[in-house]
């Protein structure tokens, strides 16, 4: 079954980008079947989806983070990276990359990396 | 985007309890519908797809049911395993429209 494993820096300075890469493994991401997709959860909060890409590079966005957002891969090291733009206080939160099925539901997710916005 | 409404946003229950969790869309859905499971600390789990499909591996006592706006996730008998938060989500005519899910049900021991 698939295993995805995020990577990234824990502490991102206010108005700076966020940059996350999700590593597969036990499965392409060049798979037809999936769309890869990278969803968040503030502490103590609900989930929240932040956009998917599928493998032809096709990318859809959460219209809230449209503006400063952007998920693209890497199909040579079988990644797919989120990148964040601007970011305050409140992107603070677990990032989650996860696999989306048929484009719809996540059948496989990555534990989560916790990323803290401040200075 | 479309909205889901859980209800209850908590609860207490007892071990071997029937526990029950509604999740209304703000417009139809068909089936397009998918329950998670998260322990703290824990990414979610996949529970059910398409609203009433068990996923392998997930206790029967786990079941779906619902259809274009009103769904509701049981477990017949609540085990200690089984208090976590619950989350529904929705994938109606994705990627054309944008996924959500629903604000969470935590399930606590009484």
């Known amino acids: 079954q698939l295993q995805l494993q995020e990577s990234g820096p824990g502490l991102v300075k206010p108005s700076e980008t966020l940059s996350l890469t999700c590593t597969v493994s036990?499965?392409?991401?060049?798979?037809?079947?999936?769309?890869w997709v990278w969803i968040r959860q503030p502490p103590g909060k609900g989930l929240e989806w932040i956009g998917s890409i599928y493998y032809s590079g096709s990318a859809h966005y959460n219209s809230s983070l449209k503006s400063r957002v952007t998920i693209s891969t890497d199909m040579a090291k079988n990644q797919f990276s989120l990148e964040l733009s601007s970011v305050t206080a409140a992107d603070t939160a677990v990032y989650y990359c996860?696999?989306?099925?048929?484009?719809?539901?996540?059948?496989?997710w990555g534990q989560g990396t916790l990323v803290t916005v401040s200075s | 985007a479309i909205q889901l409404t859980q209800s209850p946003s908590s609860l207490a229950a007892s071990v071997g309890d029937r526990l029950t969790i509604t999740c209304r869309a703000s417009q139809g859905i068909n089936s397009a519908l998918a329950w998670y499971q998260q322990k703290p600390g824990k990414a979610p789990k996949l529970l059910i797809s398409d609203a009433s499909s068990l996923e392998s591996g997930v206790p029967s006592r786990f079941s779906g049911s619902g259809f274009g706006t009103d769904f509701t996730l049981t477990v017949s008998s609540l085990q200690p395993e089984d208090f976590a938060t619950y989350y529904c989500q929705q994938f109606i005519s994705y990627p054309q429209r944008e996924l959500t899910f629903g604000g969470g049900t935590r399930v606590e021991i009484k």
């Open positions: 036990d499965g392409s991401i060049s798979s037809s079947n999936y769309f």
């Open positions: 996860a696999s989306l099925y048929g484009g719809g539901y996540a059948d496989f």
